[in-house]
Each structure stands twice: as structure tokens, then as C-alpha cells.
Nanobody, 115 residues
């Protein structure tokens, strides 16, 4: 079983930056993919970015060029660096880990982009 904790959310002004972290603990072997998803009020949860154990990445079109996902396997931590934030980026951001076909989710962290 994998536990995921996502510190790093908060309030930021439009155009600002924020870095989210996803710390994995528990049975962390064979985590193949770590991803970030988000859910805005009244909307379904949507894909943001993923990174494989080999470092390959993929992004939603809405965040390409603004968000960067990375992972530190030695620290069992993944990051989501967000720049040029927009009000429409406001959402609860969730970390996800895929391990041997099973999905694990963190509790989420609130990101609010507002002046």
C-alpha cells in the first residue's frame, strides 16, 4: 500500500508561481507512474501531468509550457512546478501513483489563483 501526501498548495496571484510536492511512503517499490490531477468546483477531476519511472512526461494541453513535473526517486517525492498561473488553474490538486496496476491517491491540496 502506498500513502501520498501533497504539501505545497496555497493562494497565489495571477501570473505567480507555486510548487507542489507529493511525498510517497509505505510500499513504494515498483511505482511506475506518478501523476497530478485536479478538480475545480463543479467540475470533474482532470488530468494535469504524469511522469514515468524512466522520466518520460506528458501534460494536459492547458498546462503545457507552464507546468513542469519531476520526480526524485531517491527521496520518493514528485513535484509539480507551476508558473504563469491563471485563475482557471484554481482547483484541488491530487497526486496519483500507479503501482503494479493499482492506483493510489493523495488527499489533495488546494491551489487558489486570485488577486
Amino acid at each position: 500500500h502506498v500513502q501520498l501526501v501533497e504539501p505545497g498548495g496555497g493562494l497565489v496571484q495571477p501570473g505567480g508561481s507555486l510548487r507542489l510536492s507529493c511525498a510517497a511512503s509505505g510500499s513504494i517499490f515498483s511505482i511506475s507512474v506518478i501523476g497530478w490531477y485536479r478538480q475545480a468546483p463543479g467540475k470533474q477531476r482532470e488530468f494535469v501531468a504524469i511522469i514515468t519511472s524512466g522520466g518520460a512526461t506528458n501534460y494536459a494541453d492547458s498546462v503545457k509550457g507552464r507546468f513542469t513535473i519531476s520526480r526524485d526517486n531517491a527521496m520518493n517525492t514528485a513535484y509539480l512546478q507551476m508558473i504563469s498561473l491563471k485563475p482557471e488553474d484554481t482547483a484541488i490538486y491530487y497526486c496519483n501513483a500507479l503501482q503494479l496496476g493499482a492506483n493510489f491517491w493523495g488527499r489533495g491540496t488546494q491551489v487558489t489563483v486570485s488577486s
